[in-house]
């Protein structure tokens, strides 16, 4: 007898999620660097970006990805205190951390949208996250909530 | 009691020695009951000043245009502004004041106590007279409005008739003043803080997304909510693009590249980009006076979405809006102990 539950999760196989990743150049860029080469395999749905420092990431940039069709986004810094510019990964925690809810509040999948602290020694973690991450999107399926559809 | 024959004096007196260059308050509406803003210039004006439960506006955002208009003036006048504020007026003028919109000594604020109630929903009032015309709203004290219509007074429980807003309201007296009429109220228990936007979030993802997604739907993108707002005084907001206009000259590849955050297209992922964008540039500037969801032609509970993040700041962030205009601002400040466990 085929199970339901089965036929909608290899439908949503089918579906390559595709992640933007906004990386902090003194951290997670070059973690994800190391990462490659380190040769270690990870999924290949990131499309990396990298940004001068997570406190510059405006909330606009996370609207914009998933209104152009990203099925996740992903933004990546320095570990609190690490920050090359003191501050600025605190102020992205709390700025992101209210993006976050209000994503959650109008009911984007909580699974969306999501933050790590990757600093450039820890290529795997960065491998780590990505994986994981890409697994999640790929048991939600595409993002059709708020792609542009005009 | 605010005692509006005080008001009234001391807005003349004011005027008459020149201490404020105008003087913004409310005066009676020529449509229907509901008080309408005006500014006023001369002594002999401030006879028409009123204070009732009418008084909708949020008069900070004549400030803003009155900072505009000074910030073009070739010759700007140095005196203060006067302005008639209720306790959310006070808290917006206190945010524009920490955002160094103006200065203190720019604005005298002549502060109104709500009465322990608060204003009106013009919706919920004609609701309630099931058509028939009001003439007159007055406070009654703490227990409601008094309600004059077709000839008849009746006392009209204050829940009732009350905006929602005014319901959830924390402070329902100036803090930040120069003169204040009235009695300070803060213990009012009609409706506990944040209580439609704890109510929305209870629902499930699903639910939530098309509720959202039927209010974005609707909207009209006719961008009154952003144009009421004491707190969107930016010259250009960044979801039009109007610096980037197109003339002959202007080449397929500039048009191709060119940044645009959304489209002004009114369908709901531009809708949702635009209203969650307004709402994240207002996470801890928002006083919640209520005023973008009052004006909204097409019913959007706008609040929703602004109340959802100062619930956030309140309780992750102890910080509460307008409260201490020294206070560095809500992001542009933070603490070791902010909410971590969300970041892997």
Redesign the interface.
Known sequence: MPNPLHSNASEAQEHEPRVVAFLCKWCSSAGSDLAGVSRIQYSANATPITIPCTGSVSPMYILAAFNKGADGVLVSGCHPGDCHYMEGNYLARRKLYLVQQLLRFIGLEADRFRMSWVSAAEGAKFAEIVDEFVGDLRALGPQNRLKARH | MVNVDELRSLAAELLEQGQVRSLIGYRRGTAGVLAEPCTIAAPGEAETLVWDPTCLNNLALFLVEERKQQAAASAPDKRPVGVVAKGCDSRAVSVLLQENYFKREDVFILGVSCEGTGVIDPRKLSARLKGRWPTRVEFAGEDGFKVSAGGDETLVPARELLADRCLECREASPRLNDVLFGEVVTERGFDEPFRA?KA??EAT?????????RHFDRCVRCFACRAVCPMCYCPEC?VDSTTFVNTPGTSAEEKATRIR???R?A????S??YH??R??HL?GRCIDCGECERVCPVNIPLR??NT??EM??FQ??EYEVGRDFERPS?????R?E???S???
């Open positions: 936007a929305a979030q993802e699903d639910a939530r997304w098309a509720t959202w997604e960044v955050w959304c489209e297209s369908n709901v992922s531009e949702a980009v969650l964008t709402a994240i996470a929703l979405l959802k993040l956030e700041a992750q962030f809500l992001l542009s400040s933070f070791d902010d909410p971590n969300f970041i892997r």
